[in-house]
């Protein structure tokens, strides 16, 4: 890059350092490293046992995964040092008097011990899913919303919380009463479910169904409430889960169901990977703030540790990533941004018709030795050397 080119690009840094984006794909989830448990009173006792839960609740949000929370190492931390974990705490108390002990954890030291054990780590952004759910009642089904369902939303709404996984529930006004009826979710109609999620901007759907069951009449099932679930993207059926108990506890695991899910597609392996950098291209820049946004965006990206920009020739840019995942995490996570488009090459063709999982999962098949073990845990990763994006300024 040239001395001109240097200044101009210098100078569009420290203009635009504050600068805002935001994205439809998905949401940048704050919060990830505060734990916020309900107590019953702020006496020593009540926060040594809330400062535990609340360290168990940022792990699970920042991996993604309740796994963690199984490692002999991690329980150790929790169980004899959580104190050193925690930058500082209050108690905050909400419209219905409820009192709440808020952990601030350092980011820096939690991140490591993630890393100690070798979890993954599930950067800020992340997929936002709609949630259709139907309530069955006697005769009587309804798609559950937060003005009729306050409590069932609340249970929601906290769960998804202490996930760090962006869950709507629909609003059920008029205009969603003009789209859609409870037997379209609770037949499965994903055409009608697809269409009415579009208005809010969920990459995902997800269609439930919650009714009371008898052990008597349904001896498969223990009395209580059966919730099963399927989750699509677009119109493509993704998988799907049952959970059967007392009704807070299945809403709690469809949550977490969800949560398990997403964090398994998007999450980033620090397992110890031969790969240490990949170059980057990305064509079709029409300014230095294009520039500016994708070093932002690359920089902001789980799977990279540094980014280094080596030039600029007319509208393309070339860097060098250095990784803490491998080059497939990289794929994973230039997914949920709708600006970034990858390039066909000579090795990965990028069907227009596929999906990304399916374009990801070609990509994995490509790079993975297939005589690796079934279970996944010693795959041998080729190099991904070159990535080629375009840039597309929407």
Known sequence: MNAKVTLIYRFIIAVLFLASISFSYAVEVKGLYTGKILVTDKSQKTRVKAHKWAIEQVLTKVTGSREILNNKTVQYEIRVKTANYIKSFTFDTDSQNRVFLVDQFDQTKIDALVRKVGASIWGQRRPKAVLWLVL??????????????????????????????????PLMDEQDSETIYSSDVWAKFDGVVSKASQRYEAEYFVMARLRAVDNFKEPEY????????????????????????????????LVNSLGDYFASQYSVSNQQIKQQNIEFTISNLKSML?????????????PIKKVYLHEVNADQARFTLWLSGQGLDVIRALSLLPNFERVETQSVSKAPELSVEQQLDLLTKEYTNSDAEADGTNLDIKQISVLNYRWLNR
């Open 136 to 169: 069955e009642e006697g005769l009587n089904r309804t798609i559950v919303n937060e003005q009729e369902f306050q409590q069932i939303a609340e249970v929601i709404n906290q769960s998804s919380e202490n996930r760090g996984l962006p869950l709507t529930l």
């Open 222 to 253: 223990q009395s209580g409430w059966l919730l099963d679930f399927s989750i699509f993207k677009d119109r493509r059926f993704l998988t799907k889960g049952t959970s059967n108990g007392d009704q807070f506890y299945v809403l709690k695991e």
């Open 290 to 302: 294009d520039l500016k946004l994708v070093e932002k965006h690359l920089t902001n990206l789980p």
